[in-house]
T-cell receptor, first 110, second 114 residues
Framework: RKEVEQDPGPFNVPEGATVAFNCTYS??????FFWYRQDCRKEPKLLMS???SGNEDGRFTAQLNRASQYISLLIRDSKLSDSATYLC???????????FGKGTLLTVNP | DADVTQTPRNRITKTGKRIMLECSQT?????MYWYRQDPGLGLRLIYY???????NKGEISDGYSVSRQAQAKFSLSLESAIPNQTALYFC?????????????FGPGTRLTVL
């Protein structure tokens, strides 16, 4: 099983759609979880951290299920500017190590 | 001004050449990292440093070396470049906060080895 596995995508959705990304991780000792966003040929940028209780930031909602080792990201009312690759990222806790999923490409169409 | 800068932004070199990629940061973070990104493979960690006197190998360190010249500077060297080192290279910094450690990335260096 890959350390961090994401939906392969790509996702093509119309403006205003709701889209969900799924991610699973293999290391049950993982302690920190993130979604990063990466625009084409640019650096990854933190979108949001993911907490056990779930968290929301405007149109974005992240969920974590530790028992299933599963993370999700929901984007509501998609905008053209949401078009990017979304990276699921997991950290082993007290050490440095971030493990990145391969990313899921989202294209929001007019 | 950007908090994490990388130079050069683009570089084309030939097989066997030694090349250095530089990273500087003004965030005051102790931790610095070098990653490479290849299509279909995601980001992979090459080296990381938790302070000036601490250097650690990541998952793909073979063929690379690093130097932490100061808290703000972390350089990556390819001793003898080969074509499969063609990739997008990112530097990142972080500072731990509680049980999390958010990383901030530089703009990347696109390296092509012919």
């Amino acid at each position: 099983r890959k350390e961090v596995e994401q939906d392969p995508g790509p996702f093509n959705v119309p403006e205003g759609a709701t889209v969900a990304f799924n991610c699973t991780y293999s290391n049950s000792a993982s302690q920190s979880f993130f979604w990063y966003r990466q625009d084409c040929r640019k650096e990854p940028k933190l979108l949001m951290s993911v907490y056990s209780s779930g968290n929301e930031d405007g149109r974005f909602t992240a969920q974590l299920n530790r028992a299933s080792q599963y993370i999700s990201l929901l984007i509501r009312d998609s905008k053209l500017s949401d078009s990017a690759t979304y990276l699921c990222v997991v950290s082993g806790g007290s050490n440095y190590k971030l493990t990145f999923g391969k990313g899921t490409l989202l294209t929001v169409n007019p | 001004d950007a908090d994490v800068t990388q130079t050069p932004r683009n570089r084309i070199t030939k097989t066997g050449k030694r090349i250095m990629l530089e990273c500087s940061q003004t965030k005051g973070h102790d931790r610095m990292y070098w990653y490479r990104q290849d299509p279909g493979l995601g980001l992979r960690l090459i080296y990381y440093s938790f302070d000036v006197k601490d250097i650690n190998k990541g998952e793909i360190s073979d063929g690379y070396s690093v130097s932490r010249q100061a808290q703000a500077k972390f350089s990556l060297s390819l001793e003898s470049a080969i074509p499969n080192q063609t990739a997008l290279y990112f530097c990142a910094t972080s500072v731990p906060s509680g049980d999390t450690d958010t990383q901030y990335f530089g703009p990347g260096t696109r390296l092509t080895v012919l």
